[in-house]
């Protein structure tokens, strides 16, 4: 039986109590004795790990609540696949991470004195190693701050939090009396739901479904929960409406995005961004109520963006780029600081190489020279003295020749109409389909510019990274890989930038992941294993092992990555060089 508090339970009895009251005012490394295993009424927790100091960061000390799987009320369907077991590890920490939020006093004294949390779950449910669920155990490991004034352990406090706060999150989180099947149940359909849709999509045709009624618009740019007023439920047009079957939901009618070449158009502030944000958002299953929950895409779908200044190791990018005014070899394109254009075309030729089957580009953040040249820049600029093969040329040859698709959101490029498979217009945030008046208007309005791409397309040949390429060492010798941002991760003594392609991680225990994978790989990569081999055996290893695979301490960190963000990660690390490339 698990209780919540220490009147119910007498835990001022607690063997803990006479310990931290041995060790109070000590120096804050005394706080070391504590490690092993302490029994608590219905749990236990084990100490492994404390930090020397009281501003070690969550996920410095490692402090792991197993509860017996019967006590929390779990039952073995609830486990029974891959699919359930991720959606309910995902329901269990969300759960004691809100508890955390309500039971904890929070911040008291020096550094993180005070505080209990576990990993933040996002609007993604993901297989995270935060929870885990082994011989008939749940393991949280979570952060308990144990509290100091200035170095000095205050034990008083340390026993409210160990011995009240700790126990109470507990037994709102983890007891059988406190599980709501109804929403555990829900929760785990949604993410059946989800992963059904998705699996129809390649028979189906499409490359994305976004459900009727979806709401597609986030609280704000910083923000991933859904904007609660005035949003407007997505509604699809005829000509694209398709009907899939969710296990639970049953029947589920939404926009169909088919395999090919779609442009989105339409007026500024009508949507574009949002929707195709949604498409990249939809490789995740999300949680009921994010307004995105039927919303799925092909898994290896992948935003390409310009991000000039960004480096390039050794990729061919001879599909757009030829003929550079410094003779440089476009075929191994290396630089340190690349142009817009030459930084998306990398970018794509990347994320093909990594097993892009969906582009993703967006206007606004997209190198216009990269896009189109129209009649008159023809006219102006000779063909030999523009090294550029615009996409406009290309993005044919991607899905006939390499079998990618595209999705462009257009609100200026209207050449585009001419290699359109389908158009979309968005009116008020609302999708219409419009190809064939964009066939006629391309008709009646001729771009009168001339295709340009010259050779056909090959697909990147897999580039091979020399052995000791990542550099996790610092000026002092020291190992050092941890993330600093969301989108910025310490490597050795540089930073990876991971600005332009970071929106394709929704929590930060994924950019936590990348560093635990990129320090692994560091050793992995031997002159002969290429850059998709590395990053396809370490993931095939945490797909069988798990996460823990990559978290030596079971600190419960991180969160499932692809392969496309990982390979992504790898190809702007400043330090990367290639060596060689293999004939497949
Ligand atoms: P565009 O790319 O066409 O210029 P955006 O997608 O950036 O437009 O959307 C403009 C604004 O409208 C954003 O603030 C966005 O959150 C909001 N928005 C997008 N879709 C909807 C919707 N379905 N309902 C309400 N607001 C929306
Ligand atoms: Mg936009």
Redesign the pocket.
Known sequence: MLRGTRSETMVNDHPLSERLAAIDGRDYGAYGSLRGVHHFEGFDLDIDHVPSDPYAPPGTGVFRVRVATDVVGLIDADLDTLTRDVAVRDHLCRRFHAAAQRLSRGRRGTGWSGVITVATPGQAVLDRNAVMIANGVVEVRAFVGLPARGRRIDADLAERVLLDELPAIVAASLAADTLDRNRLERHVATVEDARALRAQLTEAGLVAFLADGA????ASGVDDRP?RD?????ASPDVLRVTLEAPHAGAVTGLGIPRGVTVIV????????????ALAAGVYDHIAGDGRERCVSVTETFPVRAAPGRSVAGVDISAFVQGLPDGRDTTRFTTANASGSTSQAAAMSEAIEAGAQVLLV?E?SSATNLLVRDARMQALVAREDEPITVLLDRVRDLHDQLGVSTVL?L?GAGDYLDVADHVIQ?VG?APREVTQRAREVAAALPSRRRAEAATSLRPPRPRIPAPGTIETRNEHGKRRVRPVAHDRILIGSDELDLRDVADQLTEPAQTATIAAAIERLADALDGSTTVGDAVGELLAEVSSDGLDALDEHRRGRLAEVRALDLAAALNRLRTLEVVGRSNR
């Open positions: 709401l597609l618009p986030r904007l005035d949003a407007v439920p997505l339409g007026g500024g502030y009508h949507g574009k961004s949002t929707l195709l944000a967006d606004d959101v609100g968005m945030f």
